[in-house]
């Protein structure tokens, strides 16, 4: 993913609904999404699309009077950055210190620990050498 600028609360919103539905969706399918929870006005969410195209989060293509709307970056990568952003603006970069704000209020419980260990364990097993093919005539 190109470095993309944090989106705003709206654009984010925007992307939301985007990202839950299959590709292409229209702005008139974004607009009936959005608009009973923010009362957007139509205008508004087609603003809201056309700074998330220029700013390069969405393709748009024009099908008869409609125009349509799919993903240039996915939830996924745009979330791993703005985390790692995250991460390294408030907590130099640090795991731990990002451990030790998110439990500051109390101990993590055993799930929360269960999960941790979990990720620790992945995270080991991919890091380590793989012998499957050994060529010490085992």
Not at 52 to 58: D, E, I, N, P, T
Not at 86 to 106: E, P, Y
Not at 111 to 136: C, G, H, K, V, Y
């Amino acid at each position: 993913m190109s470095k993309h600028s944090n989106l705003p609360d709206a654009e984010f919103d925007v992307m939301e609904i985007v990202w839950s539905q299959e590709p292409p969706i229209s702005s008139v399918q974004i607009f009936n999404l959005a608009s009973p929870e923010k009362k957007w006005k139509p205008q508004t969410v087609l603003t809201l699309l056309t700074r998330l195209v220029s700013r390069g989060f969405l393709h748009t293509e024009k099908k008869g009077k409609e125009r349509f709307y799919s993903p240039i970056v996915t939830r996924e990568a745009y979330l791993n950055r703005e985390t790692g952003d995250f991460v390294k603006r408030f907590h130099r970069n640090s795991l731990m210190g990002l451990m030790n704000a998110l439990f500051s209020g109390g101990k993590p419980n055993k799930n929360d620990l269960d999960e941790i260990e979990q990720w620790l364990e992945t995270t080991r097993n991919a890091d380590s050498p793989r012998n499957t093919n050994s060529t010490n005539g085992e």
